[in-house]
Nanobody
Framework: QVQLVESGGGLVQPGGSLRLSCAAS????????MGWYRQAPGKERELVAT???????NLTDSVKGRFTISRDNGKNTVYLQMNSLEPEDTAVYYC???????????????????WGKGTLVTVSS
């Protein structure tokens, strides 16, 4: 199976920065899409940023100019650098991997999707 470990969440003051990391482990062959979603209290989960293996990025409008997504394919890790944080960014942030090819039980599983357990980001003074 593929395991995702997220880190980097916490409490930060408005205007501050945090860097989230999500490391995937397992018999992974390739990962097409790596991304971050978030869910604020009382709201639905929403896309924050995605990055394809080919380098195409997609960021939701509210974080453009403040957040940067990057990935280290050799480490199967995706990062989210969050600057100029605002109280409205407070949420649980979830890592998502899409288009994953990996081996399980000797068999190649293709185009699978995985979610992390989430890491809490709180922006407050």
């Amino acid at each position: 199976q593929v395991q995702l470990v997220e880190s980097g969440g916490g409490l930060v003051q408005p205007g501050g920065s945090l860097r989230l990391s999500c490391a995937a482990s397992g018999s992974i062959v390739s990962i097409n899409n790596m991304g971050w979603y978030r869910q604020a209290p009382g709201k639905e989960r929403e896309l924050v940023a995605t990055l394809t293996k080919g380098g195409s990025t997609n960021l939701t409008d509210s974080v453009k100019g403040r957040f940067t997504i990057s990935r280290d394919n050799g480490k199967n890790t995706v990062y989210l650098q969050m600057n100029s944080l605002e109280p409205e960014d407070t949420a649980v942030y979830y890592c998502n991997l899409g288009g994953v090819d990996y081996y399980r039980g000797g068999l190649l599983r293709r185009n699978m999707n995985f979610w992390g357990k989430g890491t809490l980001v709180t922006v407050s003074s």
